[in-house]
């Protein structure tokens, strides 16, 4: 009975990482794929370790569990939070069928600070500022 | 006043696990639920009542995040599974009434751990948060979505 | 089936193949935002492994190491997350 409750917590947590794997080659920019991967990943390790609890089933084993998927769960959305930030900075370019961007040109260019309303363009960092630096970049 | 009943509460629980003396998960939370009901009838009279609505609350939105976490990662697997993306991606500003650190924090770690939406950053001044969004067709609903079914209960909740 | 073939021979190599498609993306990757992405990932399935390995073997103490990897992942992608941020802004 609990080997069933096993193959299934993994099967679902094995195949939660595969559809991050995926999601990480297929999308079309930096934005799309963290917001695939990040959560993904995260769902996928939690069901095996909890997987993992129900097989030793003792308190000992079972809080160090709770205490690493806690652990993961806090700092996925700060790691991701961060990259985009990164990313943002070195001029990371957005799906060309996205629709709508409102971040563009509303970092400050020299203190890297994010105004809430439209800044004037001399300040301003735009995306697609010139195109020899985004190819030195690269 | 809220944090002095939960630790009479874990007080209660420990003595409950020292009493019947067996150490596991199971009978911490048992304690724990046991102390609770014990509490909640010892204190009908009084006025201040905000711990226990706010338990049946924090509970709720628990269930109510499992589910939606769960539908946006299906919804996630499909774009992900099908040839051709339907997605209409894009980045979004919208205005914040979290104020405090502590709400702005869970509420962003909220919004980019439900797949399909991200944080990008918070503006300086506190008053509007940069989303990224898989479906903005709609920007106005978007907003809407976020806002009634993130943002609203846990406003709720913290203050 | 019992446990232990089912999770030696299905997923493991789940597992396994979800490492070579990040490792593609890895090698790809356009900017290095893209690879930090992929190595956090490779980093999260490594985890997983270590996971299923520990149940695989009834060792309990494997999850310790996972702990520490999971901060020195964390740890990791801070870092460079930082390196790139400042290196734009020094240009």
Same mark, same amino acid.
């Given at each position: 009975?609990?080997? #069933?409750? #096993?193959?299934?917590?993994?099967?679902?947590? @094995?195949? @939660?990482?595969?559809? @991050? %794997?995926?999601?990480?080659?297929?999308?079309?920019?930096?934005?799309?794929?963290?917001?695939?991967?990040?959560?993904a990943a995260t769902l996928g390790i939690g069901l095996i370790l909890v997987g993992a609890a129900?097989?030793?089933?003792?308190?000992?084993?079972?809080?160090? #569990? #709770? %205490?690493i998927i806690f652990f993961i769960t806090v700092t996925a959305p700060v790691s991701a939070y961060l990259i985009v930030r990164a990313s943002y900075f070195i001029k990371a370019k957005l799906w060309e069928h996205s629709i709508v961007d409102e971040l563009n040109g509303m970092y400050d260019k020299k203190t890297h600070s994010l105004s809430s309303t439209d800044l004037p363009d001399e300040v301003a960092s735009h995306r697609t500022d010139d195109e020899e630096e985004i190819e030195e970049i690269k | 006043m809220m944090q002095k009943r939960f630790l009479m509460n874990v007080l209660l629980t420990v003595i409950w696990v020292a009493l019947t003396g067996s150490f596991d998960y199971l009978n911490f939370i048992f304690g724990f639920l046991v102390s609770f009901f014990v509490m909640w009838i010892i204190s009908r009279n009084t006025d201040d009542r905000k711990y226990f609505t706010i338990a049946f609350k924090v509970l709720g939105f628990?269930?109510?995040?499992?589910?939606?976490?769960?539908k946006a990662t299906i919804e996630v697997a499909y774009e992900v599974m099908t040839k051709r993306f339907q997605m209409k991606p894009g980045i979004i500003k919208m205005p914040l009434d979290a104020k405090t650190d502590l709400e702005i924090t869970l509420l962003s770690n909220l919004i980019s751990l439900t797949p399909g939406t991200? !944080?990008?950053? !918070?503006?300086?001044?506190?008053? !509007?948060?940069y989303i990224h969004g898989m479906y903005v067709e709609d920007k106005v609903k978007f907003i809407n979505?976020?806002?009634?079914?993130?943002?609203?209960?846990?406003?709720?909740?913290?203050? | 089936m019992n446990l232990e073939n089912y999770l030696l021979y299905f997923i493991l190599p789940v597992l396994t193949l979800s490492t070579i498609l990040v490792f593609i993306r890895f090698l790809k990757g356009p900017s290095i935002a893209d690879r930090v992405i992929?190595? *956090?990932?490779?980093?999260?399935?490594?985890?997983?492994?270590?996971?299923?390995?520990?149940?695989l073997a009834d060792q309990p103490t494997f999850l310790d190491i996972a702990m520490i990897v999971a901060l020195?992942?964390?740890?990791?992608?801070?870092?460079?997350?930082?390196?790139?941020?400042?290196?734009?802004?020094? *240009?």
């Open positions: 009975m609990i080997d #069933i409750i #096993i193959m299934i917590f993994c099967t679902l947590g @094995a195949l @939660a990482v595969l559809l @991050a %794997a995926i999601g990480v080659l297929r999308m079309p920019d930096v934005y799309l794929r963290l917001s695939v991967t990040t959560k129900f097989h030793f089933s003792e308190v000992g084993v079972t809080s160090r #569990i #709770i %205490a | 628990f269930f109510f995040f499992l589910y939606e976490f769960f991200l !944080v990008l950053d !918070v503006s300086e001044d506190r008053t !509007v948060i979505s976020i806002k009634e079914g993130l943002e609203k209960p846990l406003l709720s909740i913290m203050r | 992929s190595f *956090d990932l490779l980093v999260i399935i490594g985890l997983g492994t270590i996971a299923v390995v520990s149940i020195i992942g964390f740890l990791s992608t801070v870092a460079f997350s930082y390196y790139l941020e400042k290196r734009q802004r020094n *240009d």
